[in-house]
T-cell receptor, first 114, second 114 residues
Framework: SAVISQKPSRDICQRGTSLTIQCQVD?????MFWYRQQPGQSLTLIAT?????????ESGFVIDKFPISRPNLTFSTLTVSNMSPEDSSIYLC???????????FGPGTRLTVT | GENVEQHPSTLSVQEGDSAVIKCTYS??????FPWYKQELGKRPQLIID?????GEKKDQRIAVTLNKTAKHFSLHITETQPEDSAVYFC?????????????FGPGTSLSVIP
C-alpha cells in the first residue's frame, strides 16, 4: 500500500476565485486520477493524469475550468478555477497501485464556495 | 459508455444477518469489478475486487460473485456488524490503452442495527 495525502483537507472560498488542491503519494505511480463527489452522491472522474503528458478529461470537464499538473511520479495538482457554488464538493485524488493496479484514494478535499 | 446500476439504494439489516448488494453493467469489455466502502466523512476504501476470469472471491465475511454472461455482480456480507454501516459503491472498469477507467455505481447506504 502507499500513503496518499491531500492539501488542503477543506476550504471555504469565495465565488470567482481559484483553489489548487495538491495530491502527494509516498511511492512512484504512473497514473493519478481526480474525482469529484458531490454531497450524497457517487464519485465522478474528472480527469486522468499521466506524468509527462497532458491530462485526459472526461466529458463535462474542461481544462480551462480544472487545470491539472503532474510534474513527477509522486505529485499532482488540480485547480478549480473561477469557482461558483455549484463547485462545492469533495475532490479526491486516487492512484493505481499493486500488482493488479487497484485504485486507492486520498482523504479528499472538502470545498465550499460561497 | 459504461453504465453501472446498483440496488438497493438503502439497506437496513439486523446485526448478525447477511446483506447483499447487486450491480449490473452494460459494457461487455469490462473486466475488473471492485467494491468500495465509504464511511461518513472518510475516503472510499477498496474492500474486495474480482476480475473477469474468476466467478467468485471471498475474504473473511465478504464475498463477491460475478456473472459475466448476465453482466451482473454482487457483494455479500455475512454476520454483519455495526461497523459495517457505510455507503458501498460497486464499480467496473472501462479498459483504456494504458489504464483502466473505473466507473462507479450510485452507491448503497447500509445500516446495521445492533
Amino acid at each position: 500500500s502507499a500513503v496518499i495525502s491531500q492539501k488542503p483537507s477543506r476550504d471555504i472560498c469565495q465565488r470567482g476565485t481559484s483553489l489548487t488542491i495538491q495530491c502527494q503519494v509516498d511511492s512512484q505511480v504512473t497514473m493519478m486520477f481526480w474525482y469529484r463527489q458531490q454531497p450524497g452522491q457517487s464519485l465522478t472522474l474528472i480527469a486522468t493524469a499521466n506524468q509527462g503528458s497532458e491530462a485526459t478529461y472526461e466529458s463535462g470537464f474542461v481544462i480551462d475550468k480544472f487545470p491539472i499538473s503532474r510534474p513527477n511520479l509522486t505529485f499532482s495538482t488540480l485547480t478549480v478555477s473561477n469557482m461558483s457554488p455549484e463547485d462545492s464538493s469533495i475532490y479526491l485524488c486516487s492512484v493505481e497501485l499493486g500488482r493488479d493496479y487497484e485504485q486507492y484514494f486520498g482523504p479528499g478535499t472538502r470545498l465550499t464556495v460561497t | 459508455g459504461e453504465n453501472v446500476e446498483q440496488h438497493p439504494s438503502t439497506l437496513s439489516v439486523q446485526e448478525g444477518d447477511s446483506a447483499v448488494i447487486k450491480c449490473t453493467y452494460s459494457d461487455s469489455a469490462s473486466n475488473y469489478f471492485p467494491w468500495y466502502k465509504q464511511e461518513l466523512g472518510k475516503r472510499p476504501q477498496l474492500i474486495i475486487d474480482i476480475r473477469s476470469n474468476v466467478g467468485e472471491k471471498k475474504d473473511q465475511r465478504i464475498a463477491v460473485t460475478l456473472n459475466k454472461t448476465a453482466k451482473h455482480f454482487s457483494l455479500h456480507i455475512t454476520e454483519t456488524q455495526p461497523e459495517d454501516s457505510a455507503v458501498y459503491f460497486c464499480a467496473t472498469s472501462e479498459p483504456k490503452t494504458s489504464y483502466d477507467k473505473v466507473i462507479f455505481g450510485p452507491g448503497t447506504s447500509l445500516s446495521v442495527i445492533p
